[in-house]
């Protein structure tokens, strides 16, 4: 089956620093990657929709310059946490959908990431 | 709006008994509808999706989930659980437009008692 990597696996930061996390797809072409945040006992809640080589679509609420998605090839998304700041720990969870497999395709999860923000 | 409700936050279940996990979404048109399980450290895997057809959908892993228009719920059933079936559970919602993402519940943290 498809596969999605993340990397890395955690990270730990100190306040005001970035962080950039990558989502790769390993064995497919992923016109559209979605990038959702996930804190503990709570749902996944969509943070961007990332389509290849245009600008990223941000849901209501998510800072975009806070949060810098770029999706620059088929096969990768990168999420950078600029500046980031104890409330911006959370899990970190990247998926992508695989073209033309037709509407209400299925999207394929990374195991997601670990921020922690000191 | 379009959400999704899992009423249950944790269950416990006894290896070998049954299993049934419910889900109630709200959404104005016909719904595409996913399981999720997570397991700690592993990403979400598919169980199973329901787009239209036949209302009861089999999945993998044994589960199997049924789509109840008229009560707007597409709950996860499972005839013997085992033991490693423990993980959390979400489901999920998408849009019928290709590309969009999925709206998930909070979850279902399912434990197994030996």
């Known amino acids: 089956g498809a596969v999605v990597s993340q990397h890395p696996s955690w990270v730990i930061c100190k306040s005001g620093t970035s962080v950039k996390i990558e989502c790769r797809s390993l064995?497919?072409?992923?016109?559209?990657m979605f990038w959702y945040r996930q804190f503990p006992k709570q749902s996944l809640m969509l943070m961007a929709t990332?389509?290849?080589?245009?600008?990223?679509?941000?849901e209501q609420g998510v800072e975009k310059d806070k949060f810098l998605i770029n999706h620059a090839s088929l096969t990768l998304s990168t999420l950078t946490v600029t500046s980031a700041h104890p409330e911006d720990s959370s899990f970190y969870i990247c998926?992508?959908?695989?073209?033309?497999?037709?509407?209400?395709?299925?999207?394929?999860f990374g195991p997601g990431t670990r921020l922690t923000v000191l | 709006a379009q959400s999704v409700t899992q009423p249950d936050i944790h269950i416990t279940v006894s290896e070998g008994a049954s299993l049934e996990l419910r889900c109630n979404y709200s959404?104005?048109?016909?719904?595409?509808l996913f399981w999720y399980v997570q397991s700690p450290g592993q990403g979400l895997q598919l169980l199973l999706k329901?787009?239209?057809?036949?209302?009861l959908v089999q999945g993998i892993k044994g589960f199997e989930a049924e789509f109840k228009r008229s009560q707007s719920s597409f709950n996860l059933r499972k005839p013997s659980v085992h033991w490693s079936d423990a993980a959390e559970y979400f489901c999920?919602?998408?849009?019928?437009?290709?590309?969009?993402?999925?709206?998930f519940g909070k979850g279902t943290t399912l434990s197994v008692s030996s």
């Open positions: 998926s992508a959908r695989a073209p033309g497999t037709g509407v209400g395709d299925t999207q394929y």
């Open positions: 064995d497919f072409q992923a016109t559209t």
């Open positions: 990332s389509n290849e080589g245009s600008k990223a679509t941000y």
């Open positions: 959404y104005g048109a016909t719904p595409y």
């Open positions: 329901y787009f239209s057809g036949d209302t």
């Open positions: 999920a919602v998408g849009a019928n437009q290709a590309g969009t993402a999925l709206i």
